[in-house]
């Protein structure tokens, strides 16, 4: 389903995240000298972005969704998925992540996107008529507001490598 104008500016920012999931998959094993600058990516990414991103769901697009009975067990699973990868941004933000905990924490933010853009977002265009998602649009732009407008360049140590 074509993704409505007013949940893209979320899904812009899923993208940009499951951009850096996929380097991270596509690094794994990672080097133990390059683990730093991963984790100093992760948490720039969760400081301009992510963490604005997930308060705008929590604030504005979970109340919505928990209106609908049939989303609340879907939203109550991704406000856990919120608490759990928070602590695990926190340990990267600690520099106390291990190379096999972050391919951990890059698949586990990879499924939670996956399942909001493909069963909340979804369902949720099929639920809503066009003046509750414009409301609902507003709201993000507002939450949003002070997330940044540009991505985070991979370092040296973070950027794709070619296959070997």
Known sequence: MLRDKNLIPLSHQHQHALALCVRIDRATPIPGSDLAAWQTEITQLFQTEIGIHFAAEEQALFPVARRFKELVPLVEGLLADHVDLRERFAKAEDHNMSAT???????????????????????????MNQEELAHLGRQLDHALKDSAQACILPTEATKLRPAK
């Not at 499924?111 to 369902?123: D, N, P, T, V």
Request: proline share 0%; glycine share 0%.
């Open 101 to 127: 905990e972050l391919a951990a924490a890059a698949q586990r933010f990879a499924a939670h996107i996956r399942k909001e853009e493909r069963q909340l977002f979804e369902r949720l265009q099929e639920l």
